[in-house]
């Protein structure tokens, strides 16, 4: 028998008895029956307990209320447990990133000690330059405020003797990036170290090419690490293909590999990059395993590769990653990313996109860090997602989404892709494939294994410049708000051929359409990207040929980058359409977006605007474009759209001129709300409520006198009587208040930031919704809309609290409201005002 106490003090003591401070002894038969309910039910209700003294009869001389204290000092010990094993984790990454700070503060000493030297250094050839004389036998030189050795390399050539003789050298080179100072490093913006950060990252300042760094712990042993880091295809969203063409074993364990390498053009308005390299794997006297690699040219005498047709050959300068042991378990991991992308052979515009090493950083090197960190977690917290998926099954589907979209951009005619001429207007690019591997792997089988009628691929892309737009923001509107720039009937069609249904030309839109999430599958460690299946609703039918289609269809959507808080961030919303009864291995057909911004201008030539030209800004604590503006200056974006459809090729003709005029009316759309996204010093915009203008204050003015006026009191307790500083209190205000028109059936007109966020939208997409959609009574427990012939005879009236739908189709309850009649200086009626107290989600 043994002795158990009543609580769990400090966490001790074994499971648990009575609440009054005796000891209920338990055998360890009664402990083992109570541990399996335990891992079965931790929390079961008294009804459950009941049937658990039924079932098993050596538990019949317990009291319900002592199993009731057992389990809960049960799951009072298991939380402890958690708790101290997350501190011991967390403990033991604050001491690796204490390490890593070290070493960093040594290396950041020793470049301040190179530069006091190179101070003194040119200081004394100032004062010496009278008395100095050209020696053109001299092999030291001065270039870019540093002193090197003209470098005197020993002869190379393809042999195992000469390729060796790269690959040490790239290894030192590689070193001296990665833990000294062979390269200027300064801390990436919005990236700081601390136990929850992905690591210690850097950019290049002032180097060839450019270049960024990081370091970080993760809990994988180093030959796991370099195995994973090695198949870059597997984490590296960009990379097309790797192919090993030789590999060498060296007398010390290492090897030599030579490699080509493919990456995608992340737009329409580049050639895609290739590279020609030499990788060296080897392990150091301190255990430290180290994978490095560089490119090939003629300047070494190495093997060589010609050139690709379509690819511009980019270079990579010594880079790689040293991988150490931690103490503990895990690896310290420094990655370092040195690249010349060869950005003279694209338009000047778009050189930022292969200028910037915060963009190499956000790409590359820290996809590797959220790779590592994803398998880590996946390792030591085996799960199943709410589809039934393991994270690795959802991570090969965002990599199948993400090359299927990179190909679609890209066309590469090895492929399959040709292009069809165009029709005069060179703003949409149309290519075909009707390669039978193309066709096979994006369109679905029928139940007895034959392909589907669709027997060709077609893909519509185009890429656009746009400013004043944070990606993060137009991304995230993009997701949100599908109706602002989908057609119902593309979408519908879309989906036909998942189905695997006849695919015939779309019809003109019918029915409503509405958006919706409905299961979220996955999100990355950083939280930055996710994946999720939306279902698009309350469709009408319509007829694809001779198939009717149902009112309900699906798709797999993947988003990143929507993050505001981020710098430099790109951002891609990735959709293809999928059946209901989805497989992992089921064909994809991704379309969607990438907005990748090209450049960050130190200073604005606009002023920051004042609340009232950022009304479009997200929920409270969301950055808006013009906090972009005020910080950071004028941001530039380029944008890629590709969609991609299967279709029957009798129909190509067809097919082509629906697909131009569909990412035409994107582009539209996009603009559209672009504008209406970005600030602007011209005053309001068509798709905006009326901002800093004389109408927005004007408005504001004709809501507070008539709130005044019906209901005798203020609707704010301390304004300012400034016609700016009223609409800023009425825009900054806790309670939605709302706006809308006087006509048969009401649509809003205007709301503030409270008001956004209850009714779930944004000022370009509230003009579209209706008093009823959101308060017609229907199952709820208020109805406004019944109240509008009181307001409009007496004035005002005071609603009592209740329930009503957001844009989305969420349940909102409020408190209390009040609604009056909204008066202009005529003393006409102009709108319904609205004020909702106390509103949450439910």
């Known amino acids: 028998m043994m002795a158990v106490s009543s609580s769990c003090k400090g966490g001790g003591g074994d499971p648990m008895g009575m609440d009054n401070g005796k000891y209920v002894r338990y055998t360890p038969e009664q402990v083992e029956a109570l541990e399996r309910l335990y891992h079965d039910c931790p929390k079961p209700s008294s009804l ?50 204490n390490k890593l700070l070290m070493e960093e503060n040594d290396r950041l000493q020793k470049q301040v000690s190179n530069l006091v030297y190179e101070n003194g250094y040119f200081r004394q050839q100032t004062q010496n330059t009278a008395l100095v004389t050209t020696d053109t036998s001299c092999e030291s030189v001065v270039t870019s405020g540093q002193h090197h050795l003209s470098p005197q390399h020993p002869p190379r050539d393809a042999s195992p003797a000469g390729l060796l003789s790269i690959a040490e050298e790239t290894l030192t080179e590689f070193l001296s990036k990665a833990t000294g100072t062979a390269v200027e490093w300064v801390q990436m913006p919005g990236m700081k170290p601390g136990p929850d950060s992905i690591g210690i990252i850097a950019i290049s300042h002032g180097c060839t090419g450019v270049a960024s760094r990081a370091c970080g712990l993760v809990g994988l042993e180093p030959t796991r690490v370099a195995e994973i880091l090695k198949d870059r295809t597997s984490w590296f969203r960009d990379c097309r293909a790797v192919d090993v063409l030789n590999v060498l074993t060296t007398g010390t364990n290492g090897t030599i590999e030579l490699l080509y390498m493919q990456l995608y053009a992340p737009t329409t308005l580049a050639p895609a990059r290739d590279f020609w390299l030499l990788r060296y794997t080897s392990a150091l006297e301190d255990g430290s395993l180290v994978v490095c690699e560089r490119s090939l040219n003629n300047t070494q005498n190495g093997p060589t590769m010609p050139p690709v047709p379509h690819f511009v050959r980019a270079k990579i300068l010594p880079s790689g990653y040293l991988i150490r042991p931690c103490d503990g378990g895990g690896s310290i991991i420094h990655i370092v990313d040195h690249v010349d992308f060869e950005s003279g052979s694209v338009p000047e515009v778009l050189r930022p996109l292969y200028e910037s090493s915060t963009l190499l950083a956000q790409r590359t090197t820290l996809a590797a860090f959220r790779q590592l960190r994803q398998i880590s977690q996946e390792i030591s917290q085996p799960m199943v997602t709410s589809w039934g998926r393991r994270p690795a099954a959802l991570r090969a589907l965002g990599q199948r989404m993400s090359r299927g979209f990179n190909e679609a951009i890209n066309g590469f005619t090895d492929e399959g892709w040709s292009i069809m001429e165009s029709d005069g207007v060179d703003d949409v690019t149309v290519l075909i494939n009707s390669s039978p591997d193309k066709v096979m792997g994006a369109t679905p089988m029928y139940a007895d294994g034959f392909p589907s009628i669709s027997n060709a691929i077609l893909c519509a892309k185009a890429s656009m410049l746009l400013q004043n737009v944070p990606p993060a923001i137009l991304t995230r509107f993009l997701r949100e708000h599908r109706s602002e720039w989908a057609d119902s009937s593309i979408d519908g069609y879309s989906a036909a051929s998942v189905k695997g249904g006849p695919c015939g030309l779309p019809l003109a839109r019918s029915g409503t359409f509405g958006g919706q999430v409905i299961l979220p599958l996955a999100h990355t460690i950083e939280n930055e990207e996710f994946m999720e299946v939306i279902k698009l609703e309350n469709m009408s039918h319509y007829r694809a040929e001779d198939m009717l289609m149902p009112a309900d269809i699906f798709f797999l959507q993947l988003c990143s980058g929507v993050d505001e808080n981020a710098i430099g961030t790109s ?31 130190a200073n604005s030539q606009n002023p920051t605007r004042d609340l009232a030209s950022t009304l479009e800004g997200g929920p409270p604590g969301k950055r808006t474009s013009a906090d972009y503006l005020g910080q950071c200056g004028p941001t530039k974006s380029v944008m890629t759209i590709a969609f991609q459809f299967a279709f029957e090729i009798h129909l190509q003709e067809s097919i082509a001129a629906m697909a131009r005029q569909y990412v035409r009316s994107i582009i539209s759309s996009v603009q559209r709300v672009a504008l209406a996204l970005s600030p ?111 307001i409009l005879q007496q004035g005002f009236a005071c609603l009592p609290g209740g329930i009503c739908l957001t844009s989305m189709g969420r349940p909102v309850s409020y408190e209390r409201a009040v609604a009056w009649k909204v008066l202009n200086d005529e003393e006409n009626p102009h709108c319904i005002a609205f004020v909702f107290v106390n509103w949450s989600f439910v």
Request: proline share 6%; hydrophobic share 35%; aromatic share 8%.
């Open 48 to 97: 459950r307990r009941q049937q658990l003294i039924r079932e098993c009869p050596i538990l019949s001389n317990i009291e319900p209320k002592q199993i009731k204290v057992w389990f809960q000092n049960r799951r009072c010990r298991e939380k402890q447990r958690k708790e101290a094993s997350r501190l011991q984790a967390v403990n033991r990454k604050l001491s690796a990133m």
């Open 571 to 601: 951002a891609e919303l990735i959709f293809a359409p999928i059946d209901a009864s989805f497989t992992d291995d089921a064909p994809l057909l991704p379309s969607g977006f990438r907005i990748i911004p090209i450049n960050n201008g």
């Open 680 to 790: 602007s010093p011209f005053g309001p915009r068509s798709l905006q409520a009326p901002s800093g203008t004389p109408e927005a204050q004007l408005l504001t003015r004709w809501i507070c006198q008539s709130f005044r006026c019906f209901l005798g009191e203020e609707l704010f307790k301390t304004v300012d009587e400034r016609s700016d500083s009223m609409l800023k209190t009425l825009w900054h205000h806790s309670d939605a208040i709302m706006c809308c028109s006087l006509k048969a059936l009401p649509d809003f007109t205007f709301a503030n930031q409270a008001g956004l966020d209850m009714l779930e939208t944004t000022l370009v997409s509230l003009q579209d919704i209706t008093l009823d959609k959101i308060f017609d009574g229907g199952g709820r427990t208020n109805n406004v809309c019944s109240e509008l012939p009181q």
